[in-house]
């Protein structure tokens, strides 16, 4: 499971911020979540764009977007691939997003 990968790399707690897709929610997910300590989930409200920093990431994918004109969708699909990657590269619009939402970048 990508969780446990996860936490066996990091060697340490996860924090975990979801949505309530009707998955997460499930019984076996809490067995999940129950087994392992290392893990903590928080839940987000049914709609809260806001706690979302993908939201942000969306948003300026978007706009950069904007006046572009592909062909078809797999050039589309470039555009984004391409926007994405140089989005990937720039911690601090990164950061941003993250800082946008309230949470808190660094433990005290």
Do not use: C
């Amino acid at each position: 499971m990508l969780l446990d990968a996860a936490h066996q790399q990091l060697g340490g707690p996860i924090v975990l911020v979801w949505d309530n897709d009707r998955r997460h929610l499930s019984a076996a997910m809490r067995a999940v979540i129950e087994a392992r300590p290392w893990l903590t989930v928080f839940q987000l409200p049914s709609y809260a764009p806001e706690l979302n920093p993908a939201e942000g990431v969306r948003s300026a994918l978007k706009r950069g977007l904007a006046n572009l004109a592909p062909r078809d969708v797999d050039e589309l699909a470039a555009m984004v691939a391409t926007k994405l990657k140089r989005m990937q590269y720039r911690h601090g619009l990164l950061d941003g997003f993250i800082a946008q939402t309230g949470f808190i970048l660094e433990p005290s």
